[in-house]
């Protein structure tokens, strides 16, 4: 006989006073007191009473969502009527016949020994994957014909083990730790869960609508909530933190508990706390709304603190809005004024070169605060949304609530008529970050560049890091983040050749990379931007730890005239009193990017493979005392999985002696010229 799931062990605690039953999830192994504010207890019972409207004697109150559930057919069918949903329904067949995909103990542990998070995560996030396929498959034909597969993916995905990721869960955790782990994946799937349940509500079957409420109790409300009461989030860091985490899971805990729970004071202690353990990752946005994190974190957090907000604000009957401010509409628009190009936007960072924003969230900000954004998607797709930890079953009807106007009509013309092109340049003076554009749209030179400091989060050491776009193409640049496993965030970290400076387009100073941390930081020297050039020129000195070392600049100059020209000039001197030092700065490549050396001193580079692809032209000179003429040394870049191919090349230009003071002078421009 198969042994019960945790929570139905479980369910003897979960009638025990909370008090009782929070201090046990509080203790876990090595897990020191970390002290969190508590949500003001004036603020949950106002909050209360906002959730509590008359209903007859022991009526559980009505989830409010962004979508009905399935059994309002008039709403679902007009759905089903305008989007396309074949390949959805086609996908849905292909898992309806087939078992889930296995998730034994042994892969679990298998990434402690490994460090490998793949052959875990991918069967893991495919579970979810498949439960979409069917729950949104079920709610376009509404006939009952998949209900007993999506009974069989529940009953799986109830079984795990853990609904953390095993990369997520500290060594030496025990089972019932292990259990009541809430991060990302956790979060996600509890929320998840609540919206099947409230999708088909009493299509499934009674056991499995309880065990879904026991479930999603033991392992995620309750554990977060004693954290709460007992103003202390050991082991859960994310609850109140300055990244992405605290968007996620807050939102995921949060909406769980709206959706399963049936008393108004949880679910406004819930409420409660995501608005106030949230603040801290606003504030980390700064004055000028930038993502340190890059757009695909951006995407990822700030994404879930919407769908989060605007539930609250649902809920409350529009009581509580947190996206309500010029703030708020800085951060929102991030990714227009990220975006350099095209759909290209900076891989600085643990940011992906293949990073793009989702459409919702853009649309949801000309939606909300209007601007010159326009609209991308003007009518919302059926799909699954995707994700490595986990398919997010509660974004599809997020983007079907968006209230995107009839085409045609007034609001829609409105809209269009006020979308422009970006402008020339987006400045980030408190992120630390320049984007420059070309001033014809598609052609000619855009770039980005980067200061800011070492410490960020999902930090790479690369003060000065630049990309350059040709028309819509990255050329020149930084290659992105590395592979995730388990080394990627730990003491490891640095000896990647991505995630140190080796693998940026900066310089190396006597043989020294950048340090790490929050002193070292670019400063702003100076700036001065016009229709024609963009000037910034900043300090980066304090990234490296070289004795003797007196100043290091970096300076870009970006020229609109003509076809667009950049210049990057380091310059840097070591005190009079110390012996001369070796100096080289350096481009990246990416694997297989072609190029060839067609002149002594530059080279032309391709964004692909093929000299068809878009093209700049690299050229270099420099000035030193003693240093002589620069060489070029090619070296492969590594990244932190230890026999695996180069993730770049560095194409390192250096004295061939060492110097006292020197500059090294970068020019690049469209391929010919043009």
């Excluded at 010029?326 to 095209?342: L, M, P």
């Excluded at 980030?428 to 960020?456: C, E, I, M």
């Excluded at 790479?460 to 890091?465: A, I, T």
Aim: charge should be positive; glycine fraction near 10%.
């Amino acid at each position: 006989m198969p042994k019960k799931p945790l929570a139905f062990r479980f369910v003897s605690r979960l009638l025990l006073p909370a008090a009782l039953i929070f201090p046990i999830a509080l203790r876990a192994k090595g897990d020191p007191a970390q002290g969190i504010p508590r949500p003001d207890p004036a603020r949950i019972a106002e909050i209360t009473a906002w959730l509590s409207p008359e209903n007859p004697a022991g009526a559980p109150p009505v989830p409010v969502f962004y979508t009905p559930p399935y059994a309002d057919r008039t709403w679902w069918n007009a759905v089903a009527a305008r989007l396309s949903a074949g390949e959805l329904l086609a996908a849905a067949n292909a898992v309806e016949g087939t078992p889930p995909p296995p998730l034994p103990r042994e892969l679990f542990d298998d990434y402690r020994v490994t460090g490998n998070r793949a052959p875990y995560e991918k069967p893991f996030s495919e579970r979810t994957a498949r439960l979409g396929q069917l729950v949104y498959a079920e709610g376009f034909a509404f006939n009952g014909r998949r209900l007993p597969a999506i009974e069989r993916e529940l009953a799986a995905i109830l079984e795990e083990r853990s609904w953390a990721v095993p990369a997520h869960v500290p060594a030496g955790a025990t089972d019932a730790e292990t259990y009541t782990r809430v991060d990302l994946a956790a979060a996600a799937r509890a929320w998840s869960l609540a919206t099947t349940d409230y999708l088909l509500g009493d299509k499934l079957s009674p056991a499995t609508r309880a065990r879904i409420r026991a479930e999603v109790r033991a392992r995620v409300l309750d554990p977060v909530a004693g954290r709460i009461r007992a103003a202390d989030s050991r082991g859960f860091s994310w609850m109140a933190g300055r990244n992405n985490w605290t968007a996620i899971c807050n939102a995921g805990v949060m909406g769980s508990a709206l959706l399963l729970s049936d008393s108004p004071a949880e679910r406004a202690l819930f409420i409660a706390a995501f608005e106030r353990f949230t603040q801290p990752y606003i504030e980390s946005f700064g004055p000028d709304g930038f993502c340190e994190e890059g757009i695909g974190y951006w995407s990822y957090g700030y994404g879930h603190y919407i769908m989060g907000s605007e539930l609250i604000r649902m809920t409350t009957g529009r009581r509580i809005d947190l996206m309500a401010g010029e703030q708020q509409k800085r951060i929102a628009t991030f990714d227009v004024r990220w975006k350099v190009a095209g759909s290209v936007y900076p891989a600085f960072g643990d940011a992906s070169v293949r990073a793009r924003t989702p459409a919702m969230l853009h649309d949801f900000a000309t939606l909300r605060y209007g601007g010159s954004g326009g609209l991308v998607s003007p009518g919302a797709s059926a799909g699954v949304h995707r994700h490595p930890l986990g398919a997010q079953l509660y974004v599809m009807p997020f983007r079907l609530s968006l209230p995107y106007p009839e085409s045609g009509s007034p609001k829609a013309q409105a809209i269009a008529a006020a979308a422009t092109r970006p402008p020339l340049r987006d400045w980030f003076p408190d992120g630390g970050a320049l984007v420059v554009r070309s001033a014809s749209a598609g052609t000619g030179l855009s770039a980005a560049f980067k200061g800011g400091h070492n410490g960020q989060s999902h930090n790479h050491n690369d003060l000065g890091s630049f990309i350059v776009v040709n028309g819509s193409q990255p050329v020149l640049g930084d290659p992105g983040a590395d592979t995730y496993v388990k080394d990627t965030f730990g003491p490891k970290r640095y000896s990647s050749g991505l995630m140190n400076s080796f693998g940026h387009p900066v310089p190396r100073v006597a043989g020294k990379l950048q340090r790490t941390g929050r002193d070292a930081r670019a400063k702003t020297v100076r700036n001065e931007f016009s229709d024609t050039r963009d000037i910034w020129e900043i300090d980066i000195t304090s990234a490296y730890d070289v004795p003797g070392l007196d100043r290091l600049t970096r300076t870009f100059i970006f020229d609109r005239t003509g076809p667009g020209r950049l210049e990057i000039l380091d310059r840097v001197a070591f005190r009079k009193d110390s012996a001369p030092r070796t100096f080289d700065t350096a481009l990246i490549l990416r694997p297989g990017q072609k190029y060839e050396r067609n002149t002594d001193d530059g080279l032309r580079v391709y964004a692909g493979n093929s000299a068809s692809d878009a093209a700049l032209d690299a050229s270099w000179k420099a000035t030193s005392s003693r240093g002589g003429r620069l060489l070029v040394q090619e070296e492969p870049v590594y990244g932190i999985v230890p026999d695996q191919p180069p993730r770049g090349l560095r194409m390192g230009l250096g004295f061939e002696n060492p110097v006292e003071e020197a500059t090294i002078h970068l020019i690049i421009t469209p391929a010919g010229g043009k």
